[in-house]
């Protein structure tokens, strides 16, 4: 069974394009995270949601937005995706704030 | 800024030998975590340290909390192929409620 799943696992889209990835969890944790990892592995927390709510929210464009249907999922949209955008975006949750289970990732490539 | 900074930044080693990775910062830590990424994976959760000089074992890694919370060690006996990977530290500064990743260790095991 996968704890913390992510869709798609890659994907390739043009500049200027709005594209959505989703993830689940299937861990029963109240808190869910959005992280990117750039070229270098550097991993940067996007997003913090607990219970539906989002409680972090680092210096990010407003071109990214998260929803939280349920606590069992937590979506990222990003609207006019830029060059800089490149990267690999991954899903986390946790119980405890600072144990935290990761997704597969998603490798997102702006062309 | 509160800062991670993990030495060395690259490891390549043979399969046998021991080595030791380091996580600094200025800042003391409510509590630490090591985790471990491999390609095309999302990191895994290795070991968690909360208390000044604590000290844990997992196999052939040892983990070493300092004495003032503000650095962290992970030493590996006789590594092997199977412990290539990214190393990364993260943490919890006290008093806040972000966390933040350190920098990373690549470390490469060669047979």
């Known amino acids: 069974d996968t704890a913390v799943s992510q869709t798609p696992k890659y994907l390739v889209t043009q500049m200027g394009n709005d594209k959505s990835i989703k993830c689940e969890q299937n861990?029963?944790?109240?808190?869910m995270y959005w992280y990117k990892q750039d070229s270098k592995k550097f991993l940067k927390i996007m997003f913090s949601y607990n219970n539906k709510e989002l409680i972090i929210n680092e210096t990010v464009p407003n071109r990214f937005s998260p929803k939280s249907p349920d606590k069992a999922h937590l979506n990222l949209h990003i609207n006019s995706l830029e060059l800089g955008d490149s990267a690999v975006y991954f899903c986390?949750?946790?119980?405890?704030?600072?144990?935290?289970?990761f997704g597969p990732g998603t490798r997102l490539t702006v062309t | 800024t509160q800062l991670l900074e993990q030495s060395p930044q690259f490891l390549s080693i043979q399969e046998g030998e021991n080595l030791t990775v380091y996580c600094n910062s200025s800042s003391v830590f409510s509590s630490l975590q090591w985790y471990r990424q491999e390609p095309g994976e999302g990191p895994v959760l290795l070991v968690t340290v909360v208390t000044g000089g604590e000290v844990k074992k997992l196999k052939r890694l040892t983990f070493q909390f300092g004495d003032a919370r503000k650095d962290s060690s992970l030493h590996i006996t006789a590594a092997q192929p199977g412990d290539t990977g990214l190393y990364l530290c993260?943490?919890?500064?006290?008093?806040?409620?972000?966390?933040?990743f350190g920098t990373g260790t690549r470390l490469k095991v060669l047979a």
């Open positions: 993260a943490g919890m500064f006290s008093g806040t409620y972000k966390y933040i």
């Open positions: 986390a949750s946790s119980r405890i704030a600072y144990e935290q289970y």
């Open positions: 861990l029963g944790h109240d808190t």
